[in-house]
């Protein structure tokens, strides 16, 4: 269970023109601002932007300068996974150390939407005994309560974090993960591919076999 929300996505406007830097071919810039105040490619720059996407990752540095930032909500086993893109990533998550005391635990605040039967019944007893612990330190201030929480909090716990990547970034993730035997990776690459220019700047590699 992955969710995707708040996507912001800036400095369209200025990647674009330092593409024509090399060339110094601002005279061609044609793209605008419309009613609504989103930055539109005009034909001439979203050719170029193409080319140079399509072209390889040395070619398509400005790419590193559109910045795409979105509220993820997701299980801790996949932002282990996430977590192997630290190079152009930033990311502020809810801090468990703080606030895992902050509300009740219940089945929502775990991913179990492919779990069976016999293992729900495992975490809605994880879940009993972790609310016991909750309650008892939220009382006692006890912390042997608080660590049973941090140590006992299975895997599947959902945590939201808020994250800032590039449009580079987001053709490795793609390409690498699209096919992932974990779901919530498809989700994420579902979201990339409604972004503004995501299929003549992101999805430009040819077709790969399934991983």
Known sequence: MLTVERISVM?????IRGAR??????????????EKGNFILGENDLALAHRLAAAGSDHRKFL?????TMDITAPLYWWKE????????VAN??????KIQAKPFTRDDFSHDRMSDAALAVL???????????QTFCETKDKGAWADMIQLLPSSYRQLRTVTMNYEVLINIYYARRNHKL???HTLCDAIKTLPYANELILIKAEKTEE
């Open 64 to 68: 590193r300068q559109i910045f795409v």
């Open 11 to 15: 400095n369209m406007e200025n990647a």
């Open 21 to 34: 830097n090399p060339m110094n071919s601002w005279a061609r810039m044609d793209s605008f601002y419309d």
């Open 124 to 134: 809605d007893s994880v879940i009993a005994f972790l609310e016991e612990r909750r």
């Open 82 to 89: 996430f977590d192997t893109y630290k190079v152009g990533t």
């Open 183 to 185: 779901t919530e990776w």
């Open 93 to 98: 998550s809810c801090s468990t150390m703080h």
